[in-house]
């Protein structure tokens, strides 16, 4: 039996690997120590007499960190007495590996070039591609549309500037 196969059966059943329920908790508890860090930080930022002040995006965001990172350790906690066993790891896997690392630092290096709505975009297509994404180009759409939104609220409307690129955008 092959790995792909083994791959398709274990979903089917909807069991997942201890692994992977291992993986999951370690990286919710990642997340919590991280709302933790960025809620103290954000606490710790001086007050102004602006409408939004600098702990306007922090906050919320650790608080979502936190959210999602306790639902994170509560579903492995969970599914951690139902989990398989013995399950191989998936096939190229520190290949997709690789290359996510290899498409953040394209990210880095791209972004004061390109801007960040081309290179976010680019980012978000990656990542769905290696992650598995079923359909090519709605997965550009949906990276193109993101990255628009995210420079849209952050540049125009809170006032941080990102990188714009050739293009203005």
Not at 22 to 40: E, K, N, T
């Amino acid at each position: 039996m092959t790995d792909t196969q083994q791959d398709s059966e274990a979903e089917a059943s909807g069991q997942d690997d201890r692994a992977t329920v291992l993986a999951s908790a370690a990286f919710g508890a990642l997340m919590v120590i991280a709302a933790v860090l960025v809620i103290v930080d954000a606490a710790r930022l001086p007050e102004t007499n602006a409408a939004v002040g600098p702990a306007v995006v922090p906050l919320p965001v650790g608080a979502l960190l936190g959210v999602i990172g306790a639902a994170l350790l509560v579903q492995s906690r969970m599914k951690w007495a139902q989990a398989e066993t013995g399950r191989p790891y998936q096939a190229r896997a520190g290949l997709r590996l690789l290359a996510m690392v290899a498409a953040l630092v394209l990210f880095a290096v791209l972004l004061p070039v390109l801007g960040y709505v081309v290179s976010s975009a680019a980012l978000f297509v990656a990542a769905a591609m290696l992650l598995g994404a079923p359909a090519f180009w709605q997965t550009v759409a949906y990276g193109w549309a993101l990255a628009a939104i995210v420079f849209l609220v952050f540049d125009r409307l809170i006032g941080l500037t990102l990188p714009a690129g050739p293009w203005g955008f």
